[in-house]
Structures are given as C-alpha cells and as structure tokens.
C-alpha cells in the first residue's frame, strides 16, 4: 500500500507562483511513475505532469509547458510541482499520483492507469 499526501495549495493572485508537494509511503519510491493530475468544478480530472521512475524524464500538458516544473527527490519520498506564471484556468484541485510498474508514454496521461492517489491539495487562482 502506498500512502500520498499533498500539500502546498492554497490561493494566489494571477501570474504568481506556488510550489505544490506530494510526500509518498513505502520503501521503493524511486521505482514509481509518478504524475500531477488536476480537476476543476465540473470537469474531469486532467493530467498535469509525469515524471518517470528514475526521474529522467518528464512530460508535461500542453496547457502547461513551460510554466509549471515537476521534479521528485527519490531520498525524500517526494514529488513536487513548481508552478509559474499562473492563470485563473489553472484553479483547481491537484492530485498526486502513483504507477507501480512499467507505464507506455500514452498511459501516461491516462487517471486508469495509476495505482495510487493522494486527496488533493486546492489551487485557486484569482484574476
């Protein structure tokens, strides 16, 4: 069982920053695949970010790119998102997630196909 807990939302004026983090149970960390999700009031939940289990690689949500930064220090257990540049769309709440096991690049994005989740962590972005 792998436990995960967000924490660092809360509320900002448009174009701030907030850095999001997502501390994670168990021994093996570092051989999860490991993504942000998000979901805003009547939406479904979207993928956000992903980085891979050994952490070199990452992929990010077009609506994203170059704004928001997903980084995982395997020592600590944790995963984080820095978020910059932020716009009143990317209110919503943020969840962690966890993937045990081999992942395509196309699963990625895909909310099936992780095994974990933490209970989300409120972002409000205000114009």
């Known amino acids: 069982q792998v436990q995960l807990v967000e924490s660092g939302g809360g509320l900002v004026q448009a174009g701030g920053s907030l850095s999001l983090s997502c501390a994670a149970s168990?021994?093996?960390?570092?051989?999860?695949?490991m993504g942000w999700f998000r979901q805003a009031p009547g939406k479904e939940r979207e993928f956000v970010a992903a980085?891979?289990?050994?952490?070199?690689?990452?992929y990010y949500a077009d609506s994203v790119k170059g704004r928001f930064t997903i980084s995982r220090d395997n020592a600590k257990n944790t995963l984080y998102l820095q978020m910059n540049s932020l716009k009143p769309e990317d209110t919503a709440v943020y969840y962690c997630?966890?993937?045990?096991?081999?992942?395509?690049?196309?699963?990625?994005?895909?909310?099936?196909?992780?095994?974990?989740w933490g209970q989300g962590t409120q972002v409000t972005v205000s114009s």
């Open positions: 168990g021994r093996t960390f570092s051989s999860y695949t």
């Open positions: 997630a966890a993937r045990i096991g081999l992942i395509s690049f196309a699963g990625l994005r895909n909310t099936y196909e992780y095994d974990y």
């Open positions: 980085r891979s289990r050994g952490g070199g690689s990452t």
